[in-house]
T-cell receptor, first 118, second 118 residues
Framework: AQTVTQSQPEMSVQEAETVTLSCTYD???????LFWYKQPPSRQMILVIRQEAYKQQNATENRFSVNFQKAAKSFSLKISDSQLGDTAMYFC???????????????FGQGTILTVHP | DTEVTQTPKHLVMGMTNKKSLKCEQH?????MYWYKQKAKKPPELMFV???????INESVPSRFSPECPNSSLLNLHLHALQPEDSALYLC?????????????????FGNGTRLTVT
């Protein structure tokens, strides 16, 4: 079974600064997918960024980027130029290769509450 | 705007009531999911439907009864719930992961229904 660990229950950052959220996972799979979701107080889980395990290049989406270290099984999220709207709970999630099924099960970490201060 | 719509947003019910949660998506997704989420915890998978057929039941008590009437709708029927069932119930959908170019598709979540059982 896969496990996902987020070791930072809470973090805070000043507006416009950079913050990094950590995530490690454990799997024996070689082909899998990793995701970061954010959940603001509005409750909706919103996809922030995704990474395919077979791609060495780190994914980037505007101010969000990841540092994917496959050998170390690490998938950290860097938020640059933090904004007040980034305040949310962030979940790291793992999904194994669907292996011929139409759906995929996500394994979530425990989450990190990020607060951006003005 | 969310592409997965859940109703109602809030629901308060007694332990003897029968109620239903509804979820709708018009993205052509053929996999739909129910998750339960307690405060400041990650979502826990309850059920997965694939092409309107129940594919996964994560040992959920029978007081929760899912239904997928068509490819766009997903219901969760509730009966004789307990106070510990109070939580945020999230619906999600995804593309058929076997489809061309869809192997890394994320789950799309709704805003959830906040359920309180009294």
């Amino acid at each position: 079974a896969q496990t996902v660990t987020q070791s930072q229950p809470e973090m805070s950052v000043q507006e416009a600064e950079t913050v990094t959220l950590s995530c490690t996972y454990d799997t024996s799979e070689n082909n899998y997918y990793l995701f970061w979701y954010k959940q603001p107080p509005s409750r909706q889980m919103i996809l922030v960024i995704r990474q395919e395990a077979y791609k060495q290049q780190n994914a980037t989406e505007n101010r969000f980027s990841v540092n994917f270290q496959k050998a170390a099984k690490s998938f950290s999220l860097k938020i640059s130029d933090s904004q007040l709207g980034d305040t949310a709970m962030y979940f790291c999630a793992f999904r194994r290769n669907a292996g011929g099924t139409s759906y995929g099960k996500l394994t979530f970490g425990q989450g990190t509450i990020l607060t951006v201060h003005p | 705007d969310t592409e997965v719509t859940q109703t109602p947003k809030h629901l308060v019910m007694g332990m003897t009531n029968k109620k239903s949660l509804k979820c709708e998506q018009h993205m052509g997704h053929r996999a739909m999911y129910w998750y339960k989420q307690k405060a400041k915890k990650p979502p826990e998978l309850m059920f997965v439907y694939s092409y309107e057929k129940l594919s996964i039941n994560e040992s959920v008590p029978s007081r929760f009864s899912p239904e997928c009437p068509n490819s766009s709708l997903l219901n969760l029927h509730l009966h004789a719930l307990q106070p510990e069932d109070s939580a945020l119930y999230l619906c999600a959908s995804s593309q058929d992961l076997r489809s061309q170019g869809a192997y890394n598709s994320p789950l799309h979540f709704g805003n959830g229904t906040r359920l309180t059982v009294t």
